[in-house]
C-alpha cells in the first residue's frame, strides 16, 4: 500500500487535497495587486522587524538579495502563513521557521495559491515542522533548483511535507529533506536530491538525481510529524515511474 491524500474521489488517488479559499480581509481577494495595505508585496524594509517577520499575509513573497526572514511564534496568527500570489527564495536569500525558539516543536503551514520557487540557494530552514500546501490548480509548480535547500540543516525526515496540485521539481544540485505530494509529477533531475518519501501521478528521475527512499517505523515518516499528514490515508494505487 502506499501513502495517499483523497480529494473528493476514492481513497487510493495520489492527489492532495487542494486548498481551500483563504481566510483574509476581502480587498486581499480582490486587489491582489500589491498595492493595498491589507495585502501587500513583501518587502523586507517594511514587513521585518528586527529580522522577524511582523505580519503573515501577502500577495507575493520574494526574499531574496541574503535577506533572512525569520519567523517567531508570537508573531504569527496560527503559525500560518499565507502567500495569494508567489512564494519566492532566491540568491541565498533564507527563510527560518521559528527561528526564536530552538527547544520548542511549532508546526508551521505555508498557504501558497500561486507557485512556490526557491532559486540559487535559496533556503528554507525548518525548527519545529513545516507543512508547504502550494497552488490552487494543477498549473501551479514547486520548484527547487540551483543549490536551493528545504529542511536540510536539521535534516529530520518527519519535520517537512510539500503537498502541490501542479509538478514538484528538484534540480540542479537541490536538496530535500521530508514528504513530498503531488497531484500531477514530481521530477528529479540534475543531481537534484530528496531523502524521504514522494507520492505522485507519475515520478521522473534523470541525470544523476538521487532518491533516497527513508524506512518508517512509527515516528520516521516522511512529513509524519507535520499537522498535514492528517489529510492522508492508506490506498494501493502505485504511481508511474520513470528512470
Known sequence: ASTVCPAGGPVGASVPPPLANPTVPPACNANCNGGNGSCPNFN??????????NRATFCNMNINGVTVAQTSDADLTDDTITVLGNLVVRDQASLRLNNDNATSAINTTINVYGNTTLRNGGNIRVNGTLTLQSGATNANTVALRDSSQVNVISGNVGDALIMAQGNIS???????????????????????????????????????????????????????NTPGISQCTSGATGPGWSE
Open 44 to 53: 523586507a524594509g517594511n514587513h521585518l522587524t528586527g529580522g522577524f517577520l
Open 170 to 224: 528538484i534540480n540542479n544540485t537541490s536538496r530535500f529533506v521530508g514528504g513530498l505530494m503531488s497531484n500531477s509529477a514530481i521530477i528529479i533531475r540534475n543531481n537534484g536530491n530528496v531523502t524521504g518519501s514522494i507520492q505522485a501521478n507519475n515520478v521522473r528521475l534523470r541525470n544523476n538525481a538521487q532518491l533516497t527512499f527513508t524506512p518508517i517505523p512509527p515516528g520516521t515518516l516522511p512529513g509524519g
